[in-house]
């Protein structure tokens, strides 16, 4: 199959009409609903104003005429959220990674990166009053399965000694702080054919100031 049309970087006209074009005939909704999610997706990646906004649209048809689909239906909430944080709207931002969470916590085989985009937002933007229910999230076993590669455990670990010092916790801050540290300086994951899969290639200078500040 050939999977470009569902993974473009532009979107001209002609690029639209050809994606929809190729949609419609698409039998199956599941696929389509993962076609319109794959190509929201990749134009969000681009990191373009346009490609935003088109993006935005592709995952608002997706909610809306395809809101019987459970299986991409948190990706685009946490999709919509990476949007809004591009946009510098961190409140609707974290409100879209909110949602995905509470839909995972109702259907749990559906899962994004929202529970950690969320934790990482409510804490860059020092929402204190939520750092109970930022813990708890984090404790939960289906998200802590997901802690395979080195920056997802160096972001989940900051985050917690973060919460830990404004609990006036410093052991736990100074043990969670020891091991965001640990996993910033892995080279590689632990899968043996993609070696420099979610390793850290550059480390987020505002965790790292905030984690040090739990040290004080």
């Not at 289906?142 to 455990?153: G, H, Q």
């Amino acid at each position: 199959m050939d999977r470009s049309w569902f993974r473009r970087q532009t979107w001209t006209k002609e690029d639209e009409r050809e994606f929809f074009s190729k949609l419609q005939k698409v039998r199956n909704k599941d696929m389509q609903v993962q076609y319109l999610s794959i190509q929201a997706g990749t134009l969000a990646w681009e990191k373009n104003v346009d490609l935003m906004k088109v993006a935005e649209s592709l995952l608002n048809k997706l909610l809306n005429e395809y809101s019987e689909n459970n299986i991409y239906r948190s990706n685009a909430l946490n999709v919509l959220g990476d949007i809004y944080i591009f946009r510098e709207d961190y409140k609707t931002a974290i409100d879209y990674y909110k949602q995905a969470v509470d839909y995972e916590e109702r259907f749990p085989n559906s899962i994004s990166n929202a529970y950690l985009n969320y934790s990482e937002w409510v804490i860059k933007t020092k929402q204190t009053y939520l750092y109970e229910e930022v813990e708890k999230i984090l404790s939960k076993e289906r998200y802590s399965a997901c802690l395979i590669f080195p920056i997802s455990k160096y972001k989940v670990y900051s985050i917690l000694s973060i919460i830990s010092k404004y609990k006036g916790e410093p052991d736990k801050a100074n043990y969670y702080a020891k091991l965001a540290e640990e996993n910033a300086i892995v080279f590689s994951s632990e899968l043996n054919s993609h070696k420099s899969l979610g390793v850290i290639k550059e480390r987020d200078k505002t965790l790292d100031i905030l984690v040090q500040k739990s040290l004080i």
